[in-house]
């Protein structure tokens, strides 16, 4: 049985129609839908077990407490994390890449490098901003070359003695990319720089392995992988955790306090101030054992073919323009695409006309449409479950978009 | 298919559709003395429009250039003809709805935006100020 078919009724939402037809949601890259068990989990959580975690001696407090850390369990897992202590929830993958370059911003100096590159999401890309503004240091970015590949030569020449950090992203939101992080970690590594890869868009469809990957830190959206809104995942490799102090401070993160200093607590803890959003790691573990139920090689082979037909279908269609790797070489969930004489915002607005979400403009990319030449593309990303009939529904309405407007 | 599918009929009138094929003012103003470009921040669309205002303050002729979607390029052509003729002030006076009745088109919430950042940018080419 296909993906889609064993997963659609869990998706209470794709039964809605949407402008006269039922709703094609091929926005995921953006946030996915949640399947029904993520659903009740939080309700369930909220109507049984609901109080702050960790300092409540009740019953209640120990259940959500219990259920709060499970979650951590549950993400270990799907991280293929050494430790659980690596675990560090934040609000999702825009605040663990800010909490990052604020952390690690705190250790840098005049004249020390960072490098990114120029497919980056604007969240790896304006949190160093900041941090190179504030601290003196110097950006630089790895080219994107024109099949949508990382220039690996032009990231040799950008390593030096200076470099501090190497931030990428795993996926790319806009060309489907998947960057070869183990090498890029590689190199990073031989100059002692700190790795930081952006995995919301890797996540939801690829099987991961923190152990193998060697990264520093790995930054993930829950809601990008059928799980809630408001959590996301910052895994931080223990021996360098360990040497960082805490970026931001509050409760939760301290041991003993005085007027004028404070003892850290533990890790992971020391990076989660405040009260953490409980429901939503409740949701975020529902989900995971969704995807694991699933199995993560089946959901990569699943989107992996959706993809595939979706380039090989646009391609086939005068007047439209695909983005990124070619037919071939393994990309994420994600094609971008232009109409000629089509502007995306309008190209979009055309497909939701017919039930058919997809997004739409710069994906917060702007440098890499500067790259690209373009304003904007248009995009479609999948998830467990699209069909192939959604795909053929897709590439009828563009092959007849070009003379709409 | 050939022509408008119904769903584009719904989306955009028959003046979006005829100003966004073929914009009357659409191109670049060598004899501009005012001109202000900015970007819609939610899709990356860039307008800039160009005035020539003679020394008594009417407005000669408005030009505009730009990579933006169908409602933004009909609303900034529309914003063109508008101003041509007036003065700096009664241009200066124009309000979104005057743009719209022109355009008769139901604008979704999400596209607003696209419908009124060429008049902010003609607010910015005549005073150098964003309009609020």
Redesign the interface.
């Known amino acids: 049985m296909r993906l889609d078919e064993l997963t659609r009724r869990d998706f209470p939402i794709l039964e809605r129609v949407v402008n006269g037809h039922p709703l094609i949601y091929l926005d995921s890259g953006a946030s996915s839908q949640k399947p029904r068990a993520v659903l009740e989990a939080m309700n369930r959580y909220y109507e049984r077990s609901h109080a702050n975690v960790h300092r409540s001696i009740h019953t209640l407090g120990e259940e959500a407490t219990e259920l709060y850390e499970v979650a951590r369990d549950a993400v270990q897992r799907f991280l293929g994390a050494p430790s659980r202590e690596e675990v560090v929830f934040t609000r999702g993958t825009t605040d663990g890449l800010g909490l990052i370059a604020e952390t690690i911003g705190r250790t840098l100096g005049k004249g020390d490098e960072i490098v990114v590159t120029e497919l980056e999401h604007h969240s790896n890309l304006i949190p160093w901003q900041l941090v190179a503004k504030d601290r003196g240091a110097v950006l630089k970015a790895v080219p994107v070359r024109d099949d949508g590949t990382l220039d690996l030569a032009a990231l040799d020449r950008l390593l030096t003695a200076r470099t501090r950090v190497v931030a990428f992203a795993h996926v790319s939101n806009v060309l489907g990319t998947i960057t070869p992080a183990k090498e890029i970690i590689g190199k990073a590594r031989a100059v002692n720089a700190l790795t930081v890869v952006d995995g919301a868009q890797a996540a939801p469809h690829m099987r991961l392995d923190m152990s193998a990957l060697g990264c520093d830190f790995y930054v993930l959206s829950a809601h990008k992988m059928l799980g809630p809104t408001g959590i996301g995942v910052m895994y931080g490799r223990r021996a360098v955790l360990d040497r960082l102090e805490p970026g931001r401070g509050g409760s939760e993160m301290i041991k003993e306090v005085w007027i004028d200093h404070a003892q850290w607590n533990d890790l992971p803890w020391r990076f989660e101030p405040g009260t953490p959003p409980i429901a939503e790691a409740v949701g975020l573990t529902a989900a995971i054992e969704y995807l694991e139920k699933l199995g993560m090689d089946r959901v990569a082979e699943h989107e992996r073919a959706l993809t595939r037909q979706t380039m090989e279908g646009l391609s086939r269609i005068p007047g439209v323009t695909v983005y990124g790797p070619p037919v071939g070489v393994d990309r994420g969930a994600v094609v971008s695409f232009a109409i000629e004489g089509l502007h995306p915002h309008d190209v979009a607005a055309l497909l939701d006309a017919e039930g058919i979400a997809v997004r739409a403009g710069h994906h917060c990319a702007m440098p890499l449409m500067r790259r690209l030449g373009v304003v904007g593309t248009t995009r479609a990303t999948f998830s467990v479950f699209n069909s192939p009939d959604e795909v053929s529904r897709l590439l009828t309405t563009v092959a007849g978009l070009r003379s709409a407007l | 298919?050939?022509?408008?599918?119904p769903?584009?009929n719904?989306?955009?009138s028959d003046v979006i559709?005829d100003r966004?094929?073929h914009p009357r003012h659409r191109g670049d103003l060598p004899g501009a003395n005012a001109m202000a470009e900015d970007v819609n921040p939610?899709?990356?669309?860039?307008v800039r429009m160009m005035l020539a205002i003679a020394p008594e303050g009417r407005i000669s002729e408005a030009r505009f250039v730009g990579?933006?979607?169908?409602?933004c390029?009909a609303s900034a052509d529309v914003v063109a003809d508008l101003v041509s003729g007036r003065t700096r002030t009664e241009a200066a006076a124009l309000e979104v709805s005057d743009v719209l009745a022109v355009l008769q088109a139901e604008i979704r919430p999400t596209?607003m935006r696209?419908a009124t950042l060429p008049l902010s940018v003609l607010a910015q080419a005549l005073d150098g100020k964003p309009k609020s």
């Open positions: 298919m050939s022509g408008a599918t769903a584009a719904s989306l955009y559709r966004w094929r939610l899709c990356g669309d860039r990579d933006s979607c169908a409602i390029t596209r696209c």
